[in-house]
Nanobody, 114 residues
Framework: QVQLVESGGGLVKPGGSLRLSCVVS????????MGWYRQAPGKQRELVAD???????NYVDSVKGRFTISRDNAKNTVYLQMSSLKPEDTAVYYC????????WGQGTQVTVSS
């Protein structure tokens, strides 16, 4: 059974930082493109960043220069380092693993507020 378990969300003030982690079990982690998506209330889920099995990365324009995605294949883990957080970054963040099939985590809440 494939499981994706996110952690690291929480409440942070504008300008602050958080690091999200997603641990994958039950499958061969290294073959997947791993992504972080987010969904704010009343909005569609959007791709924030992804990282291919070879290490190349892709970011939505709104987070470029502030967020960094990385992966540790030895730990079956993908990370999202978020800095200079803004209130508009508030959302539920979901971990995603895709190959010929797609898996999702349960989501972790990130709230940016003073």
């Amino acid at each position: 059974q494939v499981q994706l378990v996110e952690s690291g969300g929480g409440l942070v003030k504008p300008g602050g930082s958080l690091r999200l982690s997603c641990v994958v079990s039950g499958t061969t982690f290294s073959i997947y493109t791993m992504g972080w998506y987010r969904q704010a209330p009343g909005k569609q889920r959007e791709l924030v960043a992804d990282i291919r099995n070879g290490g190349s990365t892709n970011y939505v324009d709104s987070v470029k220069g502030r967020f960094t995605i990385s992966r540790d294949n030895a730990k079956n883990t993908v990370y999202l380092q978020m800095s200079s957080l803004k209130p508009e970054d508030t959302a539920v963040y979901y971990c995603n693993a895709r190959y010929y099939i797609t898996f999702w985590g349960q989501g972790t809440q990130v709230t940016v507020s003073s």
